[in-house]
């Protein structure tokens, strides 16, 4: 049952989340959750999420701006390492607060909570509109993958930090989403090769079947969205991120994913 589920949800969120550059780690990585141990929950969310992006690479990595990914993409790929580093290290933090909703207790850990009150200030910026044409300079881009890059490594949530930088990079939407593929892709092998110390005590070999399944899921998601991307023009995408972000952040703060 649960293979049917999970892939079934990466499908799904591949498409709706081609466009925005992040929210497929964010979305599935909660609903991995529900079947396995945090820890293995977010390495096995990372292979997925690793070879939809290999597979978005292949068809949009052309338009990558190189400049932004030098930036941005190094910055990145330290933080992710250090991240990734930090939660195989550190014994687990504990929760700031814990409520009841919905029949169930929710921890809100420090991580997610800071996460979420970066992507509010991000998503307000693209909502009102004195700052609808600001766009972050080139010397904020490293400021910007280093953060995107060490909570990806830490929390597995990546995308919704790097989408809020590089949307005011002054990108074109295929150049937007082509860098933000080509930074994503080299954060989760950073932070794949940290987490495989790990991977066969948590049982990653007995697991294959439901990752190849979320996989192949993921990326016929992803084939319909790079079909469905010559139909937006950016303010859609701008818009649609900054939605995205607020629900992701709201969720986040309140401990939901």
Request: proline content about 3%; charged content about 10%.
């Given at each position: 049952?649960?293979?049917i589920?999970i892939?079934?949800?990466?499908?799904?969120?591949?498409i709706?989340?081609?466009?925005?550059?992040?929210?497929?780690?964010?979305?599935?990585?909660?609903?991995?959750?529900?079947f396995?141990?945090?820890?293995?929950?977010i390495?096995?969310?990372?292979?997925?999420h690793?070879?939809n992006?290999?597979f978005?690479?292949l068809?949009v990595?052309?338009?990558?701006?190189?400049?932004?990914?030098l930036?941005?993409?190094i910055?990145?790929?330290?933080?992710?390492?250090?991240g990734?580093?930090?939660?195989?290290?550190?014994s687990?933090?504990?929760?700031?607060?814990?409520?009841e909703?919905?029949?169930?207790i929710?921890?809100?850990?420090?991580v997610?909570?800071?996460?979420?009150g970066?992507?509010?200030i991000?998503?307000?910026?693209?909502?009102?509109?004195?700052?609808?044409k600001?766009?972050?300079?080139?010397?904020?881009?490293p400021?910007?993958?280093?953060?995107s890059?060490?909570?990806?490594?830490l929390?597995?949530?990546?995308?919704a930090l790097?989408?809020?930088?590089l949307i005011?990079?002054?990108?074109?939407?295929?150049?937007?989403?082509?860098?933000?593929?080509v930074?994503s892709?080299?954060?989760?092998?950073?932070?794949?090769?940290?987490?495989a110390?790990r991977f066969?005590?948590?049982?990653?070999?007995d697991n294959?079947?439901?990752v190849?399944?979320?996989?192949?899921?993921g990326?016929?998601g992803?084939?319909?969205g790079?079909k469905?991307?010559?139909?937006?023009?950016l303010?859609?995408?701008?818009?649609?991120?900054?939605i995205m972000?607020?629900?992701?952040?709201?969720a986040l703060g309140?401990g939901l994913?």
């Amino acid at each position: 049952m649960e293979i049917i589920i999970i892939s079934l949800c990466a499908f799904l969120v591949a498409i709706l989340t081609f466009f925005s550059g992040f929210g497929l780690g964010t979305i599935l990585t909660p609903v991995f959750m529900v079947f396995f141990p945090v820890d293995l929950a977010i390495a096995l969310t990372g292979i997925v999420h690793f070879f939809n992006n290999i597979f978005k690479l292949l068809l949009v990595g052309k338009h990558a701006n190189k400049e932004v990914l030098l930036r941005f993409g190094i910055p990145a790929i330290i933080g992710a390492f250090i991240g990734a580093w930090l939660l195989l290290n550190i014994s687990g933090l504990e929760p700031l607060f814990i409520y009841e909703a919905f029949g169930k207790i929710i921890e809100v850990y420090p991580v997610k909570f800071i996460i979420s009150g970066l992507l509010i200030i991000f998503a307000s910026l693209d909502l009102i509109p004195y700052f609808g044409k600001l766009q972050f300079g080139k010397n904020k881009l490293p400021i910007g993958g280093a953060l995107s890059g060490f909570f990806g490594g830490l929390s597995g949530n990546q995308g919704a930090l790097r989408s809020a930088f590089l949307i005011k990079a002054g990108l074109s939407k295929e150049a937007f989403v082509a860098t933000a593929v080509v930074v994503s892709t080299f954060v989760d092998f950073t932070r794949l090769s940290v987490y495989a110390t790990r991977f066969t005590q948590s049982g990653l070999v007995d697991n294959l079947p439901l990752v190849i399944s979320a996989t192949l899921a993921g990326i016929a998601g992803a084939y319909i969205g790079n079909k469905l991307l010559k139909k937006v023009t950016l303010k859609f995408l701008q818009g649609t991120i900054a939605i995205m972000l607020i629900i992701v952040s709201l969720a986040l703060g309140a401990g939901l994913i």
